[in-house]
């Protein structure tokens, strides 16, 4: 996966592997899952829900999920996943479920 981090007017680009998958399991809650194997957020679990909002067949509720620790002798498990979720995953999912919402919205 790729996607470009904006800081102003300069572009930072990102990328990471993902291995992913969906889960339909509950109709009322379709949920993407994702495991982060290989760049800077390498072991973080992801899942994204899409739930219809109040029952509205055209609204939806998305929502995403991230389980990520990484060690850091003397940083302790946090401190990574704290930068790296403040300044990249935080905006970049932003945008991406902003996306998937308008989507999920979209008539058929």
Same mark, same amino acid.
Request: glycine share 6%.
């Given at each position: 996966?790729?996607?470009v981090?904006q800081f102003g007017?300069v572009?930072?680009? &990102?990328?990471?592997? *993902?291995e992913q998958?969906a889960?339909?399991?509950?109709?009322f809650?379709?949920?993407?899952r /994702?495991h982060h194997?290989?760049?800077?957020t390498r072991?973080?679990h992801v899942t994204?829900?899409?739930r219809r909002r109040?029952?509205?067949?055209n609204?939806?509720r998305?929502?995403?999920?991230? &389980?990520?620790t990484? *060690?850091?002798?003397?940083l302790?498990?946090?401190?990574?996943?704290a930068v790296i979720?403040? /300044?990249?995953?935080?905006p970049i999912a932003?945008?991406?479920?902003a996306?998937?919402?308008?989507?999920?919205?979209?008539?058929?």
């Amino acid at each position: 996966m790729v996607a470009v981090r904006q800081f102003g007017p300069v572009g930072v680009p &990102v990328s990471w592997t *993902a291995e992913q998958w969906a889960d339909a399991g509950d109709t009322f809650d379709l949920q993407l899952r /994702f495991h982060h194997v290989r760049g800077p957020t390498r072991n973080m679990h992801v899942t994204w829900h899409i739930r219809r909002r109040d029952g509205q067949a055209n609204k939806a509720r998305v929502t995403i999920e991230h &389980v990520f620790t990484r *060690a850091v002798p003397v940083l302790g498990p946090d401190a990574i996943p704290a930068v790296i979720d403040r /300044f990249f995953v935080r905006p970049i999912a932003g945008r991406t479920l902003a996306t998937f919402k308008t989507l999920a919205e979209a008539p058929a």
